[in-house]
């Protein structure tokens, strides 16, 4: 069971259209709510006019910040800095203003040029130069309470500035250890901002009753929206139900509190369920990555080894800080990269800008980090005339040391896995004119410490149910977690069933994010599988006579050396006409003295190789091959593990070469498909392989540690060192359009003539 | 909280129509369901064509038997007699012959006329003489297998007769106790076919998808159908689901499977949801309480003690035997009234008729048996000059009694019970003419063994959620288990909320029946409490320092010699930023040497008082004032127990005074309210009053034991024992109308001029 590419036990539901997501919910009573968002960056709001739009045919309600019934207008999992509609002032173009609620969407919709607002326009600041230029107009004027997390602990807005939030770290003597290097290399690399563009837009119902609130949410944190909403309504987390159906994919986007409480609270206005539904346009100006200047000094001898790194980086979260601050420490304290470097110094910087909020996204952080300093690898390696594989391996942290002081050693091996992804790529072969190949490596923090709970109830007949309120998000966590309860319980998987989370039901799990479901969930259910197991192996101690240590679950039978029993009997002799048994299990992560939060249950690393040709004459980059080494510790299920490392190197490539959401005066250009870029299948490689690390060296069930976010880390730098080697130009700034590695090339040919 | 009239905490959602009943449920994609029925109350089918109704408008399809998609098309908790639609032969007016499905519930009644079924008529069986007369038209000719039930082991159908089953039991030696009586009194009483009249009918919505099965319905019973129906799909239990949402009443009718399976099958063939409504008329010709005639002898010394019982019952079942055997051999086990009697037999028949199906009804036989046993008392006490009180007192068992030998002890003060029932009637004081006073008073065994769990979880701001599948029929089963938990939390109820019961997440219970869920769920309710507290004192202890068996929980905090801590402070120190405490409880029932299935857990008990008026021109019975005298052991929730006894009482008047549905040749003459009489506000006693027995003596929370059925038992022996005390007939047939009571005046006043 355990290694086995088991079927998805989603596949018959999906493949068949029976899977429900968000839009298949009907609420009976349910009407539908539209927003009047903001055609202006920066304003302040004078009169709001909502007259006409009440009397729309259909229109049961129109809405302002002034008229939502809350404690709180103020939500954030950092800062509480972002109302639920405008207040006052707007900070960026898409921000709703004004919410319509009518029978149907179209008399929503229709009602929306009715609405008449009145404001005075406000200086711009849509790029990080504008923010934190002397004098700059100051988006938030007031700071907000910082919401009380672990990790966040240091955190706190800065008044007065666009700083939103920064983040320090320092270690050794960085001068000195400048003063100690052959080399030093200084860059500045930026990476632009990106949407996530998930298939399924944000979606919400509400239904507000005297038992308390229910919200069906396509959300990954339907606990950490409870908590939110709770506080904000003004209720005991008990009366707040979150309903989590199928996710049409998330990769951060649908972290923590988004649409969630304007829903409930036009919900308990309207005294209806509400449905609130975002179209794609209104996904691109609700969510995006936060957006990096990273200005990256290295000092270096002559040997290659790394004596010093100065890391400077600006983080464009956008008008409101939703998880920025939290991206920002979190992804800057690997800023550094996986290496030995005794002097660091790390200063990072959130900013304010009129543009849409960055949140949670796949890599939180990372990728834009990595971007910087596995690119410059390559640049300390052709400048020394070093192999960049050597002079990786030569820096690459070993199992065992430490990474920060505090925290968890390395607890992978680097150095064997670049050598894989090199032996992949065909590292040392020549290679034709035009063609190059390149390497990345990278090294991200997860969520610590945290906290999540399963169920597993074995039924009369022997069957049981996993009740976990892990999100499907089309990762294929319920089949893997499936996969746990299946091997514990010596179950064919499908008498094994997951329920769907619905909070009011499924024990507590504080996220489906940071990759960390397989791992930390999945020991919940290893443990609540395995108290399950003990109470059936007592039970069959009655039943078989003799010890329950000498007996064995298999093939749905409690096996004794004096016989063998079926659960269903077992559990028939026990409780006489029905009943079943209940197993519970916890995985606490605790704090122990990290620096951040608490201590990092597992590295999430990743390693990539890429080949390309370059086409000089129209800068088009081929990606003809690519490598991603995934260190899984054990694949539980190998094939959803390569699936998820082909998806995270599809979403790589999309940032590498395509993505790119353009602001010109504090609009954004390109909400749309038509004009965004998404990767489609003929950007594939011609080849692309998934090499599966199993040292058994993980936490989770069976050695298992966390993938799903490493694979899209190393793809921009891999790809842009492949170019280096290949035209001997190095891109700096993402994406790597045909445009702008001609231009680079157009640079630097000259020089190479 | 204990012994509080806490408020119901369904009445906010029920006083402002938010509750959701199952009519509130719509499943995306649902169509509807109509049954074709039988006109006919006995024959065999010929023919069935159903092409003109698959032609009408909106039809998507129509089943007959054979075109189920089931593995097995018999059903029933006793055996499995019962075809989901008749299966070649109608065996009552009203069986369902043929199913239309269409996308409309008026599509598919249009439809109805279409159906063209061709039949035999055989020879109607439709009373008791008839169906046991020597060659009597055999409805079942063969037997079915009869359903494994701990209390059943002695179950079978009996071939070639309509004997559905048969139970006996005997003790002492009956001659030679007749032959030591003074007086021998031999009687036959009779107890009519009643409809239960839930004010919301039979529902369920079915859907079926490559996960299993999902049934929304309106049930008592959810595992129990959950089990049915996996066996009749062929499923695992872990892949049916049974969601549950407020019922609008059910005293029996809601019990084990009843249109759930069909609606499946019809869901399943059809592949989208299916919703299947039965009308109020549809609820007449589906289900009723089992029409009794019982031939009671009983031997009597001068002196008033009871010597020999011989007791001969009579149970009309009807078409199918649905629960019916078992409530034979249940009620008949209680046969000879809680008397310390040495020679008793008891010999009792379930008999098929073709008339509508006898299911579990509030009561389970007893008030039937009841009826006889208590009204003979009376006869008895009349014929020897003893005062009816006296006579009771005399032979009734004390606490410690052996009722049955191997079974549970008497555990409660019978005779303490009716002093008072006599001293709240006011029994010894001086009538005016045609003034009566009647008492009376019965056992009622309850299910046993049976099984109950539950799980708490403490959230991580100190409120809480019961996990129960104990179903809300209206009787309080919520408000006192919520009780339960905020008792052994230290929380105010409105911290505490009950989730529905939806059986892939809510732990196992048996049934919502036989008065059981406060005693019995309300131990696995509070075992579950217990387990939180005691994780919670734990924490405490590492919090607060010192030994966790010196704190207490008071307030929503844990109080230790050293100090208090809040629970929310206590969870967040513990888990980090999220984590909550899941606690576990189960009751489960012992076999131990009881006759019949498991020792009972308490012996159910109810004593009465009535005073009535008789107007002797007309035979109209004026009901004056009525007590009921419940034994709780402890009220958990006194004016909810107040409120049950009330509505027993209610129901009570019901059958005493109006309820019987009317057969001629087959059909039933009064399917509907017009012509089916039930009590109305005017019907209520001048002066009603509940007296709570409160020993502590229940095996429940605090003392508690089951009541809710015993309050209907007496009503109708101590009315008709008042009647005889105030103009001197004795009525032995049910319902007492006017009619009934003047003929009687009639045919005795020539005796007593």
Redesign the interface.
């Known amino acids: 069971m355990i290694g086995t590419a088991a079927k998805r036990v989603d596949t018959?539901?999906k493949a068949?259209g029976?899977a429900r997501f968000i839009s298949?919910?009907?609420?009976?009573g349910m009407v539908h709510a539209k927003l009047w968002r903001s055609p202006v960056p920066h304003a302040r709001i004078i009169a709001i006019d909502t007259s006409r739009a009440r009397k729309a045919p259909g229109v049961i309600a129109v809405l302002a910040a002034k008229d939502l019934p809350v404690k709180d207008l103020y939500y954030g999992p950092a800062f509480k800095d972002q109302p639920l509609l405008a207040d006052g002032v707007i900070r960026h173009a898409g921000e709703p203003v004004v919410a319509i609620v009518a029978e149907t969407i179209a008399q929503a919709d229709a009602a929306l040029p009715l609405v008449a607002v009145e404001w005075h326009e406000l200086p711009v600041v849509d790029s990080l130069d504008a923010a934190v230029a002397p004098g700059a107009p100051v988006l938030h004027e007031r700071a907000r309470p910082a919401v009380h997390?672990?990790d966040l602990t240091s955190l706190k807005p800065i008044a007065g500035t666009n700083v939103c939030h920064q983040y320090s770290y320092a270690r050794g003597d960085l001068d000195r250890g400048f003063a100690e290097a052959d080399l030093v290399v200084e860059q500045t690399f930026t990476f632009p901002m990106v949407h996530h563009y998930s298939l399924e837009p944000h979606c919400a119902i509400a239904r507000v009753?005297?038992?308390?609130i229910t919200v069906w949410a396509s959300t990954q944190h339907p606990?950490?929206v409870r908590?939110e909403v709770?506080e904000m309504f003004g209720l005991?987390?008990?009366?707040v139900q979150v309903i989590v159906p199928y996710l049409g994919g998330a990769y951060g986007n649908k972290s923590y509190t988004k649409i969630e409480p304007l829903t409930i609270a036009l919900a308990s206005h309207v005294r209806r369920p509400v449905r609130l539904a975002l179209t794609v346009e209104e996904g691109f100006k609700t969510v995006r990555r936060a957006a990096v200047r990273y200005r990256l000094k290295t000092g270096v001898r002559r040997d290659g080894t790394l004596v010093a790194r100065d890391c400077e980086i600006y983080y464009q979260l956008g008008a409101y800080a939703d998880v920025g601050p939290r991206v920002v420490q979190k992804s800057a304290y690997t800023a550094a990269g996986p290496y030995r470097i005794p002097n660091v110094r790390i200063q990072a910087y959130g900013v304010y800008t009129n543009t849409v909020v960055s949140v949670a996204f796949r890599g939180y952080g990372v990728p834009q980090l990595t971007w910087a300093y596995e690119s410059q690898m390559d640049v300390i390696a052709e400048r020394l005339g070093l192999d960049p594989l050597e002079l990786r391996l030569k820096n690459v942290l070993a199992r065992g040391e430490v990474f920060i002081e505090g925290d968890r050693p390395v607890d992978c091996d680097y150095a064997g896995g670049l050598r894989k992804a090199a032996a992949a790529i065909g590292w040392t072969e020549p290679t034709p004119p035009r063609r190059g190949r390149g390497l990345a490596c990278t090294i991200k923090a997860p969520l610590a410490?945290?906290?999540s709970?399963a169920?597993v109830?074995l039924?009369?007949?022997?069957?049981?149910?996993l009740?976990t309120a892990t999100v499907e998000i089309g990762q294929g966590a319920r089949t893997t977690l499936s996969q746990i309860v299946a091997q514990e319980l010596a179950l064919p998987l499908?008498?094994?069933?997951i329920?769907r989370p619905?909070i009011?039901?499924?024990?507590?799990d504080?996220a489906t994010s940071a990759s960390r479901s397989t791992t930390l969930m999945g020991l919940a259910v290893l443990r609540a599988a395995r108290d399950v197991r003990d109470q059936l192996l007592a039970i069959g101690a009655r039943q078989l006579g003799g010890d329950a240590t000498a007996m064995t679950l298999h093939d749905g039978a409690i096996v004794a050396p004096a016989g063998r029993c079926r659960y269903a009997e077992a559990l028939a002799a026990?409780?006489?006409?029905?009943?079943?048994l209940?197993g519970?299990g916890?995985y606490?992560?605790e704090?122990g003295h990290a620096p951040l939060g608490?201590e990092a249950p597992f590295w999430e690393v990743g390693m990539a190789a890429a080949e390309v040709e370059v086409d000089e004459d129209t800068g088009r980059v081929k990606l003809l091959r690519y490598v991603s080494i995934a260190d899984v510790g054990k694949a539980i299920n190998p094939r959803e593990c390569e699936a998820q490392e082909e998806g995270a190197a599809m979403m790589g490539i999309g940032h590498t070469f395509f993505e790119q959401m353009v602001y010109e005066g504090g609009q954004l250009l390109n909400p749309s498909l038509i004009d965004y870029r998404v990767p489609v299948m003929g950007d594939l490689p011609d080849e692309y392989r998934s090499v599966l690390v199993e040292n058994g060296d993980g936490p989770g069930p069976y050695g298992a540690k966390g993938i799903g976010e490493s694979g899209l880390i190393p793809t921009a730098p891999a790809v842009a060192n492949a170019i280096a080697r290949a035209v001997g130009v190095r891109i700096t700034d993402l994406p790597m359009t045909p445009e702008r590695v001609w231009r680079a090339i157009q640079a630097s040919s000259p020089r190479f003539a």
Chains 1, 2 share one sequence.
């Open positions: 018959p539901e068949t029976r298949d919910v009907i609420v009976p997390f672990r009753d005297p038992t308390g606990f950490p908590k709770a005991p987390l008990a009366r410490p945290s906290v709970s169920m109830r039924h009369a007949d022997g069957s049981a149910t009740l499908d008498r094994v069933r329920a619905e009011g039901m499924s024990p507590y504080q026990h409780f006489g006409t029905g009943g079943e209940i519970r916890t606490r992560g704090r608490g």
